[in-house]
């Protein structure tokens, strides 16, 4: 029950309070790119949450496992972007085969999320934090990404409304993108010193 | 002037002004709203990026002739790693406050757009000094522009840059500008600034 709990305050606190998007300022560039549309948002939320979760519990695997024990961290970088690299191209091919259609409409952004500094964040912060059990590992990738796909589906529900109102023609585009993100995270320091 | 001058020429001013990274191709967020919130560790990060973005400008340029299309952009991302991996350990041997106050960011660096995109666009299809001079350039354009908006930040926040007081004593410090709020709306107004500024020339 105990080490539920945990597990429970671990996922509400990385989805809510520390939302790798808005408070760590993870992930802007899909961010401010593929926020233009609901649906497009939602489907990139979902293939980084899938990344996200793969490649965060891979690298604490390859971390504790391998690097640690062989006292190779200098290597550790590398290794992790090698890890992310892998999983991206494993979920090209997945989306390819079995969802044509989605995979045309996502075009670039979909090898683009090699560099979606959100997942390599992530596998830097879980071993930053000294998490060390795998569990609470899975269940931070897995957060990170739900908190991923909140964030940029609010922000393309706002900019749907957005297209609709008269924005003076300097700020149009990206930098009203970046003043109704900063609104966003006001909302969301709220939820700050909720848990701990 | 001859035609390596005038490229060169053109370099530079590109990469200071008009394709500035952060304030005209918009790469590289994550770092120029991370890291802004005071000037000291915004110039950090700009000198670690001019250092990756002009050692993989020169690598990248040497080997352009070997690499294989499909493999381009895993040997490009490889090579960044390496050079990120040596500023951390440099930083960590002789800068250890500010790197732990930068954590992360630092190996951060390998999935900042602005290096793999001027190793794709330019020092792939370059020699070599052009590569060294337009890493230098959008190394520097970066800097600067993290400097901008971190002095902004830290004059409206504690109103000092660099520990030297610039405001009167009366002036209030806004909080919030040190906070993520700050980061976001401080880049949305200075664009929007730069925008107008460019639009009535």
């Given at each position: 029950m105990d080490t539920f709990t945990t597990l429970l305050m671990a996922f509400i606190s990385i989805v809510i309070i520390n939302n790798l998007v808005l408070t760590k300022f993870?992930?802007?560039?899909?961010?401010?790119?593929?926020?233009?549309r609901i649906d497009m948002a939602f489907g990139m939320g979902l293939a980084v949450t899938f990344v996200v979760t793969l490649s965060g519990t891979l690298t604490w695997l390859i971390d504790h496992m391998i690097l640690m024990r062989m006292d190779l961290e200098v290597t550790r970088y590398v290794c992790f972007i090698l890890v992310i690299a892998g999983a991206v191209q494993l979920v090209e091919m997945y989306i390819r085969k079995f969802f044509p259609s989605l995979y045309d409409s996502f075009g670039i952004f979909?090898?683009?999320?090699?560099?979606?500094?959100?997942?390599?964040?992530?596998?830097?912060?879980?071993n930053l934090w000294g998490v060390d059990n795998l569990p609470e590992a899975a269940v931070l990738s897995f957060g990170a990404g739900i908190g991923f796909t909140l964030a940029i589906c609010i922000m393309a529900g706002i900019r749907e409304n957005l297209n609709l109102a008269d924005v003076p023609k300097?700020?149009?585009?990206?930098?009203?993108?970046?003043?109704?993100?900063?609104?966003l995270t006001l909302a969301f320091m709220g939820f700050a010193g909720m848990i701990k | 002037?001859?035609?390596?001058?005038?490229?060169?020429?053109?370099?530079?001013?590109?990469?200071?002004?008009?394709?500035?990274?952060?304030?005209?191709l918009l790469l590289g967020m994550c770092p120029t709203l991370a890291v802004t919130a005071a000037v000291k560790p915004a110039l950090t990060m700009g000198l670690c990026v001019v250092f990756v973005l002009v050692c993989s400008n020169i690598v990248v340029s040497l080997m352009?002739?070997?690499?294989?299309?499909?493999?381009?952009?895993?040997?490009?991302?490889?090579?960044?790693?390496?050079?990120?991996?040596?500023?951390?350990l440099l930083l960590k041997a002789f800068q250890p406050e500010m790197s732990a106050k930068l954590g992360p960011?630092?190996?951060?660096?390998?999935?900042?757009?602005?290096?793999?995109?001027?190793?794709e666009s330019c020092a792939s299809k370059n020699g070599l000094v052009i590569s060294i001079v337009d890493g230098l350039a959008m190394g520097a354009g970066f800097t600067v522009a993290l400097c901008v908006l971190a002095a902004i930040r830290e004059i409206l926040a504690t109103g000092a840059v660099m520990e030297i007081n610039v405001m009167p004593q009366s002036f209030i410090?806004?909080?919030?500008?040190?906070?993520?709020v700050g980061?976001?709306?401080?880049l949305g107004l200075v664009l929007g600034l730069i925008n107008k500024i460019s639009t009535k020339k």
């Open positions: 993870l992930g802007i560039c899909p961010y401010l790119g593929v926020s233009g979909l090898p683009l999320i090699t560099t979606n500094c959100a997942i390599l964040g992530l596998c830097l912060f879980i300097c700020l149009r585009g990206a930098p009203i993108t970046l003043i109704t993100a900063g609104l | 002037m001859s035609n390596t001058q005038y490229a060169i020429r053109n370099t530079i001013v590109g990469g200071l002004w008009k394709e500035n990274p952060v304030f005209r352009r002739n070997l690499l294989k299309p499909h493999l381009r952009i895993l040997m490009f991302t490889l090579t960044i790693a390496t050079f990120v991996t040596i500023a951390d960011y630092i190996p951060l660096i390998i999935v900042n757009c602005i290096i793999i995109c001027r190793a410090p806004w909080a919030a500008m040190s906070m993520p980061a976001f709306i401080t």
